[in-house]
């Protein structure tokens, strides 16, 4: 592994590692970052020696910030040029389905991007001092990375809601309580817990596993045609919220470390 690549990736017997290496940026997402994951899962796929994937961030503070909100107020796309990668969705995950189970191994706070990431994986391990939550309303953006949508269909619809207005985060703890995550162990536990739980996927019959997975989640020829509609009311409501003025005050606000002075337009 090259430790100065954005994204690391390594086999660890039947298991794939996906490591969102930008401690420095809370491991915020970049077109980079992008075009690594989604090339990694592509990768992960067509191996037939890989049984799971687990994806992770580096350090101990944050498995992912969400996207890199100073790129963005820069004037930076955190999508590739590319159209069959920007079909991956947000960090080349969200709308990115494959067969082989992905665990979410949450080292640190998953905020924003990082929770949609999250929820779009199929098991989660959460580190004790993890915490989750979709901050967008904050920063006068929305969740359409796929976490407008998911939060009420993982979670009961009230919850889900209060963390969806709110942008008010829940620990990994009550996360667990409310069945969004599957275990919560002590920090430096966190990949070896997730690596016991890919070797008991593992241990099973890989086609009967990922033919699970694809009548589970209803996956088709890389799609999940279900979320078709919820895809396209956020591209419908994204469009429009991010032409608005207050979602350029939000990123700007944030960046420029200020309370943001919202004007409704």
């Given at each position: 592994m090259n430790a100065e690549k954005n994204v690391l990736a390594e086999k660890l017997g039947s298991a794939f590692v996906i490591t969102i290496n930008r401690p420095e940026a809370r491991n915020a997402i970049n077109a980079e970052v992008h075009t690594a994951i989604g090339l990694a899962l592509e990768e992960a796929e067509a191996d037939p020696d890989v049984r799971v994937v687990i994806i992770t961030g580096a350090g101990d503070k944050a498995f992912c910030a969400g996207a890199d909100l100073k790129a963005v107020a820069k004037g930076e796309s955190i999508y590739p040029e590319d159209t069959t990668q920007r079909a991956w969705g947000f960090a080349g995950f969200v709308s990115h389905p494959i067969s082989k189970p992905v665990i979410a191994a949450v080292n640190g706070f998953a905020l924003g991007g990082g929770t949609e990431i999250a929820l779009a994986s199929d098991l989660i391990v959460a580190s004790e001092n993890s915490a989750f939550g979709l901050p967008e309303v904050k920063r006068g953006i929305a969740a359409a990375a796929g976490g407008a949508f998911r939060i009420v269909e993982q979670l009961p619809k009230k919850i889900g809601m209060e963390l969806l207005l709110t942008g008010d985060?829940?620990?990994?703890?009550?996360?667990?309580?409310?069945?969004?995550?599957?275990?919560?162990?002590?920090?430096?536990?966190?990949?070896?817990?997730?690596?016991?739980?890919?070797?008991?996927?593992?241990?099973?019959?890989?086609?009967?596993?990922?033919?699970s997975k694809r009548i589970a989640l209803g996956i088709s020829n890389g799609v999940i045609a279900s979320d078709a509609h919820h895809w396209e009311r956020t591209e419908e409501e994204n469009s429009r919220l991010m032409a608005s003025a207050d979602a350029l005050e939000g990123t700007t606000a944030f960046a420029e470390k200020r309370a943001p002075i919202w004007r409704g337009k």
């Open positions: 985060p829940i620990t990994a703890e009550r996360a667990k309580e409310l069945g969004l995550v599957n275990q919560v162990v002590p920090q430096q536990d966190l990949l070896a817990a997730a690596l016991r739980l890919a070797k008991r996927i593992s241990e099973n019959a890989p086609l009967s596993v990922q033919a």
